[in-house]
């Protein structure tokens, strides 16, 4: 089973992510993860190594290559903010989690310690830099959610609510 969360910062892809791999005794695979363990051993902060992967796609390009073989394998829930599009026809569901700016800043500013404002700064970059080099290196459309299996607005359901939509899509696929 190959489960694949997307979606943008603060949508809760890694809570939900978490909950699901659990459930169903499945690796957790985060590219987000990987991604801030490279910013960390560059001495940078997430939003100055997206700057960088805007001019070098070998950022990119080993973070989902990483990604995308390890899934390959199986048994696996990927969160990231791109590889659900790379994993068309690889992954058995694919999941985009979404809410209103305002929430994901809000869910950010606590989650990290920050304020609002600093917050809402972090994801308009982050969102701005990763639109553009998920068209520039891979010609993906991020608004085109046409490949997804469940796309959920997270901003009035629970983590746990939303971890069930997703088991009641993998027993409609699995029954299949």
Request: no cysteine.
């Given at each position: 089973m190959?489960?694949s969360?997307?979606?943008?910062?603060?949508?809760?892809?890694?809570?939900?992510?978490?909950?699901v791999?659990s459930?169903?005794?499945?690796e957790?695979l985060s590219?987000?993860a990987?991604?801030r363990?490279?910013?960390?051993?560059?001495?940078?902060?997430?939003v100055?190594?997206?700057k960088?992967?805007?001019k070098?796609?070998?950022?990119d390009?080993?973070?989902?290559?990483?990604?995308?073989?390890?899934?390959?394998?199986?048994?696996?829930?990927v969160?990231?903010?791109?590889?659900?599009?790379?994993l068309?026809?690889?992954?058995?569901?694919?999941?985009?989690?979404?809410?209103?700016l305002q929430?994901?800043?809000n869910?950010?500013?606590?989650?990290?310690?920050i304020?609002?404002?600093e917050?809402l700064?972090q994801?308009?970059e982050r969102?701005?830099?990763?639109?553009?080099r998920?068209?520039?290196?891979?010609g993906i459309?991020?608004?085109?959610?046409s490949?997804?299996?469940?796309?959920?607005?997270?901003?009035?359901?629970?983590?746990?609510a939303?971890a069930?939509?997703?088991?009641?899509v993998?027993?409609e696929i699995?029954?299949?």
């Open positions: 190959i489960i969360i997307s979606g943008p910062p603060g949508s809760g892809k890694t809570s939900v992510a978490k909950i791999a459930r169903h005794s499945l957790l590219a987000g990987i991604f363990e490279m910013a960390s051993r560059a001495h940078m902060d997430v100055s190594l997206n960088e992967a805007e070098l796609f070998d950022i390009k080993l973070v989902d290559q990483t990604v995308t073989r390890r899934a390959a394998l199986g048994n696996v829930v969160e990231s903010h791109i590889n659900s599009w790379l068309v026809g690889i992954a058995d569901v694919l999941v985009y989690l979404n809410a209103p929430e994901r800043a869910r950010i500013a606590k989650r990290d310690g304020t609002y404002v917050a700064r994801i308009l969102e701005s830099s990763h639109y553009r998920f068209k520039k290196y891979y459309d991020a608004t085109d959610l490949s997804f299996d469940l796309v959920v607005n997270t901003a009035k359901v629970s983590p746990e939303v069930d939509m997703v088991d009641r993998i027993g699995s029954s299949k």
